[in-house]
């Protein structure tokens, strides 16, 4: 076809693959959910200050030379003893409290980030067999994700972090104390993972797509990579959502019982248990400012995976 002036009529672009993505579902119902806005928004925030914590932070509160003892105890939005100013005040050593949450957060973020993805790594593998392969497989998996899933994960983190410390030599026990929390909240984690994927993977093989790569003489192992595993990602992402803010209230759990990383590298939990032996003698600070920095990072990944849940679920659109 042609217009008036004899030049051809050109069918429109198609939109670009950005402009498609913001126009899904998904986006659609982020950008009609005010909270969710919210809660990614403080995600980011405190994401990107523990990210860039060396840059951020006015103090380094792990470096002996820069502490001052006489500054302890110095209260939130005032000067020290020695004139240095404190926005949320300094602890028993005289670190100041803004810089040691942002520090702390990167170690809470980490060993949550690390712990979550272990436990999916295992889960959704086990999940993946146990689904695939039925019979007798299928029930030995689900059955130690039974017992598994009878006990609670804290126990299951302190039962795991307490043989680790009896097998790894004194000597290592403060390096590898970050990576041996890691393995425990990931072990103490995995089976929500697997029992989801193994239902997922059950309803996924009776179908024609899974069929065909059979007659075809495809591997187990690339089936399930390669078609039975992009169909099951949806329940899992949700999952892993949730899963980190637990993870990093399992760390700080653990970190408070004085199990968790040691005190050259605190965390998150760690602070909170500082802070409270000096809670009722007037020094509330030191406790209120990293406790309300994990309730709201855990509460704004709850958020998120509340809404990813609805987002992803066909029934509610």
């Known amino acids: 076809?042609?217009?008036?002036?004899?030049?051809?009529?050109?069918?429109?672009?198609?939109?670009?693959?950005?402009?498609?993505?913001?126009?899904?579902?998904?986006?659609?119902?982020?950008?009609?959910?005010?909270?969710?806005?919210?809660?990614?928004?403080?995600?980011?925030?405190?994401?990107?200050?523990?990210?860039?914590?060396?840059?951020?932070?006015?103090?380094?509160?792990?470096?002996?030379?820069?502490?001052?003892?006489?500054?302890?105890?110095?209260?939130?939005?005032?000067?020290?003893?020695?004139?240095?100013?404190?926005?949320?005040?300094t602890d028993n050593q005289g670190r100041d409290v803004f810089s040691t949450i942002l520090y702390g957060s990167r170690i809470s973020l980490f060993v949550g980030f690390s712990a979550t993805l272990f436990a999916m790594a295992l889960g959704i593998s086990l999940g993946l067999i146990a689904g695939y392969q039925g019979g007798t497989t299928d029930a030995i998996i689900m059955r130690v994700t039974d017992i598994q899933l009878s006990f609670p994960a804290i126990l299951i983190a302190l039962l795991i972090f307490g043989i680790a410390r009896g097998i790894i030599p004194p000597s290592q026990q403060e390096s590898m104390a970050v990576y041996v929390l890691i393995v425990a909240i990931g072990l103490a984690n995995w089976a929500q993972f697997?029992?989801?994927?193994?239902?997922?993977?059950?309803?996924?093989?009776?179908?024609?797509?899974?069929?065909?790569?059979?007659?075809?003489?495809?591997?187990?192992?690339?089936?399930?990579?390669?078609?039975?595993?992009?169909?099951?990602?949806?329940?899992?992402?949700?999952?892993?959502?949730?899963?980190?803010?637990?993870?990093?209230?399992?760390?700080?759990?653990?970190?408070?019982?004085?199990?968790?990383?040691?005190?050259?590298?605190?965390?998150?939990?760690?602070?909170?248990?500082?802070?409270?032996?000096y809670l009722f003698s007037g020094e509330w600070w030191i406790l209120f400012f990293p406790a309300f920095t994990l309730i709201l990072l855990a509460l704004s990944v709850n958020l998120l995976g509340d809404w990813l849940r609805d987002a992803l679920n066909p029934r509610l659109r």
């Not at 217009?3 to 993505?21: H, N, Q, S, V, W």
């Not at 591997?219 to 803010?245: C, D, E, F, K, Y």
């Not at 004085?258 to 802070?275: D, E």
């Open 1 to 89: 076809m042609a217009a008036g002036d004899g030049k051809p009529i050109l069918p429109p672009e198609p939109p670009g693959r950005l402009y498609r993505a913001w126009d899904s579902d998904i986006f659609y119902s982020y950008r009609r959910s005010p909270v969710t806005i919210i809660a990614s928004i403080v995600v980011v925030i405190i994401v990107g200050a523990a990210l860039l914590a060396p840059w951020i932070a006015p103090y380094n509160p792990f470096n002996p030379a820069s502490l001052n003892l006489m500054d302890g105890f110095t209260p939130p939005f005032s000067e020290s003893r020695m004139g240095n100013y404190y926005l949320l005040g």
């Open 194 to 277: 697997a029992r989801t994927v193994r239902g997922a993977t059950m309803v996924e093989r009776q179908k024609d797509y899974v069929s065909a790569a059979r007659i075809m003489g495809v591997h187990p192992i690339l089936i399930l990579a390669r078609h039975v595993l992009p169909n099951v990602m949806g329940p899992v992402l949700v999952i892993a959502t949730i899963g980190l803010a637990l993870a990093i209230i399992e760390e700080a759990t653990l970190s408070f019982l004085g199990v968790g990383v040691p005190p050259t590298q605190p965390s998150l939990g760690t602070l909170i248990r500082i802070g409270q032996q």
